[in-house]
């Protein structure tokens, strides 16, 4: 399976065809600027204006297409990579796909504790985090392989309990289930391939990721006016986060200037009150669509 050494410099990158991580995947490559469609009906999709071509995969199977180079890159979540115990490099954590392996038991079943699971019959998708957990615990547990609907499972007594991914919890309640330990906390990762790749495409994947953290610092910030009397511009200068020194620009009324600079939005509420206090006004708040610093 090995395409090491590789000198095309085509890109091939590996995302999932469909399933919960398919629309943010998408949605991250078009925001970066790579161009193509009819995803939906295709298992290789060439791109219109950037070297890359996408695959389009069972999730399952990109940790391992990555680690044979038959993909270059991958999209996949840190609970795939983790469960095949994949040798692939980790380029980027994407916080998307955030979700936990965690073991859950019915209700009033008393299973609380790891130690508790002891001679336990445990239902999973994940049989390699779940045994290593135990084990690494020193626990004996039987595990019961099953590939979907692992939560009705202590339900039909095929299991005592499940080790399953969990976002929000509504599934296990649905279920009678309450969540007990977390295995692995997980997110969608940006994995590339160990095997040798050419300089061209080093290069490629280079330019590829300078986009994704632009993307990605775009995202998180905003780009914010105001206008403010000149004499609170030292006060304001000091309240700002500002990841960049701001742009000060006169106005018409010669005792005010307009100020603009870029900010977490996380740190958009709290500094905009501050900002009023301050005498700011007029103050606007935009989203930004990339920055490369
Ligand atoms: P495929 O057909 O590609 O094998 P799948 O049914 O195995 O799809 P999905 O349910 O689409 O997979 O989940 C894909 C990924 O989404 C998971 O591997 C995990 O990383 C992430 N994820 C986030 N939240 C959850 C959740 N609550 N349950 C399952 N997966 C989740
Ligand atoms: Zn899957």
Known sequence: MNRSLDHTTSLRIAIQKSGRLTDKTIDLLHGIGIEFDNYKRNLMVKTRNFDVELLLLRD????????????????????????????????????????????????????????????????????????????????????????????????????????????????????????RFTIIESETKLIQTEQPLSEGKQRLIEKFLQRID?????????YILMNAPKNSVEQIKELLPSMKSPTIMPLANEEMVAIHTVIPYNQFWDVMEQLQEAGASDIVMLPIESMIA
């Open 214 to 222: 632009g993307y990605r610092t775009a995202k998180e910030s905003r």
């Open 60 to 179: 399952d199977d990109i940790p391992e297409y990555v680690q044979d180079g038959i993909c270059d890159l991958g999209f996949v979540g840190a609970n795939e990579v983790y469960e095949k115990d994949s040798k692939v490099t980790v380029l980027r954590g994407l916080n998307y796909g955030n979700c936990r392996l965690a073991v859950a038991s019915p209700n009033a079943s008393g299973l609380e504790t790891p130690e508790d699971f002891e001679g336990k019959r445990i239902a999973t998708s994940y049989p390699f985090l779940t045994q290593k957990f135990f084990q690494d615990r020193g626990i004996q547990v039987s595990l019961v392989e099953i590939s979907g609907a692992v939560e009705i499972t202590p339900q039909l007594e095929v299991a005592d309990a499940i080790s399953d991914l969990v976002s929000t919890g509504g599934t296990l309640k649905a279920n009678g289930l309450s969540e």
